[in-house]
């Protein structure tokens, strides 16, 4: 099954998007930054399958199957419990952690940079464990990715994944990628619609109190 997100890549979902991380860090949110599109909270179940999930991150499509949906550019999947295995397609590649020169080492921590300096390759299993840029059981990390968009030029863009007990469970959380081709994009994660709202009350009781 094929579906389409229904946070479509606008300059208004950004926007918005872009606010709501700054309310969370208190970093003002400029004109410039106004072409990261973010997916929104997606917390999307990945099949334990040798199919996984294939996402046209552009779009928002995403389907189980190698068949669609057209012009896929990032593909978690496998069946192992012990490595989390991605796909790259063409003109698409995965970025190392910057701590390690292994090229399996694929998760990141907020606030990395993904970008044409980084070093980016193609399939990877990476092994489960507490080393530099491994994945670690129930806890969530990012990868970063670069892909070919339909100007046809590269852009970059990060991935938040929520591992289980094991490998074998796992979830895309939510995504974001840079609208401008062959520029940088800093894993900047948006919290959950609760936590937004607590960070507003959190701000209007501090105005009352100066009030």
């Known amino acids: 099954m094929t579906i389409s997100n229904n946070c479509q890549s606008t300059r208004l979902n950004s926007h918005f998007a872009l606010c709501a991380a700054a309310l969370a860090t208190g970093v003002a949110v400029g004109n410039a930054n106004a072409t990261v599109v973010y997916s929104g909270a997606i917390n999307m179940v990945i099949p334990t399958t040798a199919d996984g999930i294939y996402m046209n991150v552009q779009t928002g ?30 003109g698409t590649g995965y970025m ?77 959380v939510q995504y974001a990628w840079e609208n401008i081709a062959n520029t940088s994009i800093t894993v900047t994660p948006i919290p959950a619609p609760g936590a937004m709202a607590l960070l507003g009350l959190a701000g209007f009781a501090k105005r009352r109190r100066r009030a």
């Open 61 to 90: 499509a995403w389907s189980s199957t190698t068949t669609t949906p057209s012009g896929w550019d990032v593909n978690p999947y496998g069946t192992s419990t012990t490595a989390v295995s991605l796909l790259a397609a063409t």
């Open 96 to 172: 190392r952690n910057l701590g390690t020169t292994a090229t399996a080492a694929t998760r990141l921590d907020a606030g990395t940079v993904v970008g044409p300096s980084a070093f980016f390759y193609g399939t990877t299993s990476a092994t489960m464990g507490s080393g530099i840029g491994q994945w670690a059981a129930n806890s969530s990390g990012y990868l970063g990715f670069k892909f070919t968009a339909a100007d046809n030029a590269t852009h970059y863009g990060w991935m938040q994944l929520s591992i289980g007990a094991n490998a074998a469970t796992r979830s895309i």
